[in-house]
């Protein structure tokens, strides 16, 4: 947060925006990076470590708008990216969550609500989207690790990014949901195996940023439909921006590792999953 804060002081690119505040009180804060904002192009829009213990998505984000912000002006590619779009990123969407593992308990991996109906403490912000809701690979029980809140939006966090998004309506060109771990590109839906009907271009997409990803470093990755490829997960990020928000190109990414370290992913990969992401993103952005 500070980061940002310098940032938004010293670069004419970069503002922030408070999307919410979490249940703790803590903000919720979107960098929005722009070289004419009152353009309202097209946007990219990432959400970033809603989970908690998956730090390396919250590293990646920030390593990103690092490449932006200092190769504006200086990178051909860079700076026409910027030209052409607004970028937007939160990168910490579950900050009292991600608080929690820093001095309690590094595995958490829900928000930090005090459940009423339980002593058991937590949602997951990525089951608490209204899209599927309270169905398949989300759980009612407060205890579980993919418990989906009382409603659709009853938690801080989601709401924060229910809000962001809105705020974008009709130009938000793609959208990514960064978590760990799986090694995975992952397109809506979650909620069913049933495919949508834009599938073929997300594939594509898809496709071409694994190529692009898997080429830096030899990282393997698979990709698909969310439902098929990882598990059905209900209400999160993904199916809501593409379903409710009209999102053609709404991806989650699972980035490294396939297990060895899991979320704990030691420091000397954060610059290589972050570099190898980039480029996968930037080759399908392209292509987009
Ligand atoms: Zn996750």
């Not at 659709?152 to 966090?157: G, L, V």
Request: aromatic share 12%.
């Amino acid at each position: 947060m500070a980061y940002l804060a310098e940032l938004a002081n010293t670069n004419p690119l970069v503002s922030t925006k408070v999307g919410g505040t979490s249940e703790e009180g803590r903000d919720i804060v979107q960098a929005i990076i722009s070289s004419g904002l009152s353009a309202n192009k097209p946007v990219h829009f990432f959400d970033c470590n809603i989970h908690a213990r998956e730090w390396i998505t919250a590293a990646t984000c920030v390593w990103i708008i690092d490449q932006i912000t200092t190769g504006y002006g200086s990178d051909p590619e860079i700076t026409s990216l910027v030209d052409q779009y607004d970028w937007k990123f939160v990168p910490i969407a579950n900050p009292d969550g991600y608080a929690y593992t820093w001095n309690t308990d590094r595995n958490w991996r829900k928000n930090r609500l005090v459940n009423n109906e339980s002593t058991f403490v937590g949602v997951d912000a990525n089951r608490n989207f209204p899209i599927g809701f309270a169905g398949s690979g989300s759980s009612s029980d407060p205890c579980s690790g993919t418990y989906h809140g009382i409603a659709a939006f009853s938690e801080r966090e989601a709401s924060a990014l229910r809000d962001l998004i809105a705020a974008d309506r009709g130009r938000v060109k793609t959208t990514i949901s960064m978590h760990s771990y799986s090694q995975m590109f992952l397109s809506p839906y979650g909620y069913t195996t049933n495919l949508p009907a834009e599938y073929p271009e997300m594939f594509r997409a898809m496709n071409i940023a694994v190529n692009a990803l898997t080429s830096t470093y030899g990282t393997p990755y698979t990709y698909g439909n969310t439902a098929v490829t990882i598990y059905i997960a209900s209400g999160d990020t993904t199916d809501h921006y593409y379903e409710s928000e009209g999102v053609d190109h709404s991806y989650t990414i699972e980035l490294r590792d396939s297990g060895t370290y899991g979320f704990q992913l030691p420091p000397d990969q954060i610059v290589p999953t972050a570099t190898e992401t980039w480029n996968g993103l930037k080759a399908m952005i392209n292509a987009i």
